[in-house]
Every structure is written in C-alpha cells, then in structure tokens.
C-alpha cells in the first residue's frame, strides 16, 4: 500500500513538472530518478527518435556511464539493433534477459561487457498519434527476466515519457507557431495593428509607425480615429458599427502623418475571434499614397489627351503594321474617323494622292530608328477632303527602354496654310487686280531677262499708264475706279500670251513684261492693240466711261546691267508718251532719260524750297465789270529759283501733286495770302478778298477745315475776304462729303467758287445743289470767244444758266477788248486777265492799287479801273 501510494506520488511530481512545464531534460531526469529508486539495480535510459524516425539520437540518463550513452547515441531503428533499436522499431516490449548472448546485440557485445551491462528490457515511447518517440528501458548488471510488474512499471514510465515530451513538443510548435505569427506581423511591409473593440490599438507592427509617422509607442493605446482625416471618420465608424460578425471588411481611408501630409490607405479589418466572441479587430492597412498620387497623375493625363484640340493617336509599336491602339475625340473631329472605324488599322489610310512620298519616307525611317519625328503632310479625312496635317510621333518606351507604342499628336494647320498660301499670293499679287505686283514682276524680269541675254531674244517692258482715270476716281469714287481698274486688268490680259507678265504697280500703272519677241514691231503692233481695247468704253454701274493710256515701251539692249532699269526706262518713256497726248505710245532712248533726270532734279530742288519757304506769291486783280472797280485778287504762287529765277506754278505744281509736295505748299499759300491782305488793309490800300486755289489733296485732308480756321486765326483775315476756289473734280469725287464741307466753309463765311468751269464733268444743275456762290469760266472757252461761234455760245449759255442759278461769273483769260465786250455785252460779273493786270508781286500790286485812301471810318475805298 505504502509503496503504491508512493509510487503515485511520484507519478504525481512528474506530471507537476510536466504541467508547470519544466525543461524536458530535467522531467526526463526525474523519470530516470523515479523509477532507479523503484527497480533496484536498475539502470533507466530514455532515448528520443530524431525527426526522420530512423535515429534514437538522444539519450538522457542518471546512471548509465557517459561513454556508453555516447556510444549509443545515434543508433539507428532495426530489428537487431539491440534492445532499444529493436522496440522502437517492432514497437513492443523487448526483453533482453542476457545481452552477451542476445543475437539482436550483435556489434554492443563489446561496449555492454565493457560497461557491465548484462540485461536490458525496453519498451517503445509512443505519442498519442501512435508515433514512436522514442525508448524507454532499464539496464541490470546482471541477466534476468521482467516480472509482470516490471514490466508494467517500464509501460507506465515509458506513458510518463510520452506525456513530457509530447507537451514539449507542444510547446515547441506553440512557439513556433508565436514565432510565424509574429514575424508575419513584423515583418509585413503594410501596417499591421489590432484594435480592441473600442477602437484603440492594441498592437502595431513597425510598418504602422512608419506609415503614420509616430512611434509604436505612441500609437497603442490611441484611437485609430485620431489618425483619420474628419471627413472619412463617420463613414469608418459606421463600416465598424455594421460589420457582419466574423466577416473581413474593406475601405480605404486617408489618415494625417505626422507631418500633416495626406496618406492614402487600403485598409483591410478582420474580428479577432476568441472563444466565439469577437474581441478586437486585425487591420492591415496598405500605403496606397503612391498610387493614389500615379493613378491621380494619370487621371489628369488621360484627361488631357482626351480633351486635347489636338488630335492624339497611339499606335502597337510590336504589333505588324503598327496597329491604332487608342484615338482621342480631336482625332475623330478632325479626320471624321470614328474610333470604331480607327482601331487595329494602320495609321498609313489617311494618306493619299496628294500626301508627300518624302514626308512618309522620313516618317518610316523615324519609326524603324524607334525616335520623334514633326512632319507636316497632306491628310485626308473621311469624306476625301485633304488637310494639313503638322505630325508630332514619339516612340514611348518601357522599363527596359523597349519601344512599345507610338505616339502622334496631329495639329490640323490647313487653315495656316491656306493663310500662309493667301499671305504668299499677297505678297506677290496685287489685291485689287490679282495682277502680279512689282516683286514678282521683278523676279519674273530677272529670270527672263537672263534667259534673253542667253538665247539671244528680243525682250521689252511695256509701261502703261492710264490717261483720264484721275478724274474718274475723283468725280465718281474709288468704287468706280476700282471697277476700272479690274476691267482694264482684264482687257489687257486678254492680249497677251501666255508666257507675258502682266503685273499693276499700283493706282494706274500696269506693267508688261513681253520675254520673247519674234522682232520690236511685235510690241509696237501689241501695244497699239493694248490702246485700242482701253479706248472702248468702259462700263461700271450707270456710267459709261472713256479713258485712254500712254505706254513706254523699253527693249533689252546688250549693255543694259540691272534688269530693273528696264522698267524705269519704260517708266520714262511712258512720261514722254503723255507729253505727246492722249492714247500714245513712245519708245525708250537716251534722251528720255535726261528729260526724266530733270525731272527728278526738280523734284529734289522743289523739297528744299519747301524747307526754305523759298516761294512768292502774286497777285491778279480781278474786276467788277460794270465799275472796273477792284474787287479781289487771285493769288497766284511763284517759286524763286536759285538758278532758273522765278518759275511758274505750271512748271512745278502739276509735280508736286504728282509727289504729294503740294500739301505744305498749299498751306504756306493759304497763310501768306491771309497775312498779304491783312497787311494791304492795314496798310489802307483796302481790304480786298483774296482767292487762293485749292488742290484736291488739301481740300480731301482730314484736318482741313480747322487748319483754315486756325490760318485765319492766326492771320486775322476775317473770313468773307477768303474766297477758295475749287476745280470740278474735287467736288465730283467722294460728293456727299464734298458738300459737307462747302457747307461748313458757308458756315465759317468762306466764299467758294468753282474753278476752270466747263473743263470737268459737272453740270449746273448739279452745282445748284452746292452752297457756292460764283464760277469761274474756263481760259480755254474765253481764248476763241470772238471767233469761235462755238466758244461764244458755250459762254453765253454759262452766264445765263449761273444767273438763273443765282450765280456770278468770272471770266478768266481775258487778253483783249473784244473779249472783254463780248463779255460785258452778255453780263459776266467779274473780268481778270492780262488785258487789265498781270499777275504782280504784292508790291507791284499797292502801286497798281494806288495810294491809300482812309475813309472817316478808317476803311479804304476800292480802286476803279475803268474810268
Ligand atoms: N493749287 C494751286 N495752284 C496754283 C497756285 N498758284 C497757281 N496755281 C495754278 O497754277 C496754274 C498756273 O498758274 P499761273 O501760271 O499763275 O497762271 C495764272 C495766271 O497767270 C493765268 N492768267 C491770268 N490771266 C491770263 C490771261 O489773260 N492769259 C493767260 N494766258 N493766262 C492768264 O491763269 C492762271 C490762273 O488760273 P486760275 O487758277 O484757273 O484762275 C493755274 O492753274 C493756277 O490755278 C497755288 O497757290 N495753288
């Protein structure tokens, strides 16, 4: 009984040190002690399998002599391989009652003698599973066989065994176990974390801290929420609130670093699970801020290519033939391809007739070279319309530096080039006309002026100039001339062959370039055809207009080094031609050009007598005709030469209108007059009115009428003693604006009269309607008034006519008495002419006037001339 009760208690201390989980070694130490003091003379040795089960590997033992444990350490599991290596692998009890003659210890004999061990019984240590652990066994020093109750105590202590190492086993899975999941939770690159249910981390892995920025410390114990931005947190609440138990749920949030920077997080939440209750949860939460931050950029970017003006084409640079992977919306508007109709195909289908083989080759070669390429070529869209299309293509590459598509970005530049193309013609092309203007006429000229010189051709320049297309333009519009203009353009063209050149040079100038005469008198017989054509009429609108043309014709002469000289020698010519008259023609020689030389010295003298105000003016009294009394002057300017002396207005007037020099000396006539009769009242030889001829260019002038008033201003001339005097033509041309003004100067007080009447194209009845008050009857009808029946009764008729209008009327020209009665006798108002007075300088002019006579009332009385 003692002994039973002793044998369960230590039973008892071995299971104790199994539970508390004592280290293997010293349970198995215990076992060993336990049962040596159970067995008299018994040796215990426990041995354990190694891991593949072949091998007792360990041996643990109180007693037995290390140098027999070594040497049995190792021994592998077979059925003569001793007592132990035979139970662990029969896995039964194995007696060995007499080692030294055991068969089964073949090989041990030695070592068992050596060691004095003479009987061994073992029995097999055997897992729950049924897995042979190991061996359990008692060695004696003498032979003998097992009582039953050996035998039982070798079975219970071999369970005692099994018990240990199992739970060390155990244990050592658990920890194993604790150490997988420990390093997954260390280890993974996403955050890892545990909340308890209440929200506050429990647990944090390193990449939680690194993703957050705050320490691991300071994370546990917080509440996830304190990370999330405010805008998320309800929403992950309510997620948390509604999981389904034992479900994994899913979201992504944005939490603050700690450097109030946004992270952007793939959160996974799992419930920890114990015991069927959900405790906490496990989260997993993945940085996905990089993404988040590509597929951004990559939002933005594909959001551009679609919303591009441009179109954007990609193509598989692998694939055959290099196949349209995506196109954009522009590429759709601008080729009228739609995206179905697009995609798998080649690019190369909006090619076609018109686009440049160079262009494709170079694009070709750029692709196969896999590097960018701008081309411009000639598209077509769907309905066959071809368009310029400016083609960036750049090859995209991957990690690897491998080409694997193409981008192209078209930019439909047709509207460019068709404005280029307009600016081009432009530039070389006279926009009234469409003629060629004078660059290109010069190239032409160039090119064949060359080729003349080197075949031998006869070569000529034809200068054109109309005659009588001034006054079109000045009486009826710019419109009308326009209109003239094309016509005259047309009628020309229509003569000439298809190698000629016909440019305008502008206003009504037209110049041909003749490259290939047969002989000279082909030009001469060509131009007398061009003089021909213009003299027909011309019709615009309801008017039916005549004009005429003067033409200089210059040939290619060996000597002749700048071909542009040809043009100014036709220039030239053409200048003589008018001279001749209307409708003429002149060819180009030497003298001319001398003629045109003085010409142009003139011009250049004329702009520094302008600069010197080196001018005088002269005046021709103009008289009543009934008293011969004084009743205005004419002022008449004169240029004083250095070298020529006086010259006359009719030398130098007709050029400066012709250069546009006429402006300041308009104005200094106007100036001076006023000033001359101011000075001729104050100096009591009365206050006469001065008439001061006026030409187109100052009367068309913006500032025209405030000039005036600002010269009377200035002068102090009141403005009844001004009388402007104005031609046919300046009033005829852009009217409803002349009108205004002749009103405005009726306004002012300015007196007008119409000048050299019977020359232009007005009528009387017409001048009705104009607030003028006199006419001025040309020289040329006065010159023949007593001979010419003719002339008389054109005179007769104006007189009469003006009267009834209520008009007076001077007569110009008058250089004899019987022009002077003819007049008189039909009640003309006012005479001038040499037959009474030249024109004279002021001086001449106070002692034409006589002395100064002063009223009472301080104003002088006008001379009389006839008695
Ligand atoms: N725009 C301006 N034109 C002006 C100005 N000064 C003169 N002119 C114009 O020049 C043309 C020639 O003028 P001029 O040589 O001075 O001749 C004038 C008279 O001398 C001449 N005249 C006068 N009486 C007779 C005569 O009996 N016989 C005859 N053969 N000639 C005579 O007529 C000219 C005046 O003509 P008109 O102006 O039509 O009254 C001439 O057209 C001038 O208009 C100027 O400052 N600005």
Known sequence: MARTQRHLRAQQRVQTLIARDQPLEETLGAICRIVEAQVPGGIVSIMLCDETRLYLDRIYSISLPQAYCDAVTGTAIGPKNGACGRAAYIRDFVVCADIAHDPNWRGFHALAAEHGLKACWSYPVRASNSEVLGTFAIYYREPGEPRKSDRRRVVEAAELVSLAVERERNREALRENEQRYRSLFTYHPDAVFSLDLAGHFTSVNAACSKITGYAMEQLIGSHYSVLVLPEDRSRIQALFRNADPGEAFRYSATIYHREARAVYLDVTNLPIVVNGSVIGFYGIAKDMTEQHRRETELRILQRSVEASINGIVIADARAEGKPVIYVNEAFERITGYGRDEVLGRSCSFLQGSETDPEAVASMGKALAERREINVTLCNYRKDGTPFWNNLYLAPVRDGEGTVTHFVGIQHDISERKSYEAKLSFHTSHDALTGLANRSLFEDHLLHDVQLAKRHGRILAVLFVDLDDFKPINDSLGHEVGDQVLIQVAQRLADELDPGDTLA???????????????????????????????????????????????????????????PVELIQQADMAMYRAKQKGRNAWECFTSDINDEVSARMALRNDLQEAIEAENFELHYQPLLDAHSGDVVGVEALVRWKHPVKGYLSPGLFIPLAEDTGQIGPISEWVLRQACRDMCRLAAEGYGQYRVSVNLSPLQFRRPNFLSNLQQALLETGLAPEYLELELTEGILMADSAAAVETLHRLRDMGVEVSIDDFGTGFSSLSYLKQLPIGKIKIDRSFVRDIATSRHDGAIVQGIISMAHHLGLAVVAEGIEDAEQRDFLAAHGCDVFQGFFFARPMPLQKLRAYLGQPTVTSEGDALPASRFS
Do not use: K, M, W
């Open 504 to 562: 305008r040079f502008g206003g009504d100038e037209f110049v041909i370039l003749l490259p290939e005469l047969a002989r000279e008198e082909s030009a001469i017989r060509l131009v007398e055809r061009l003089l021909t054509c213009i003299r027909r009429p011309f019709r615009v609108a309801e008017h039916e207009l005549y004009i005429g043309a003067s033409v200089g014709i210059a040939f290619l002469q060996d000597e002749l080094e700048n």
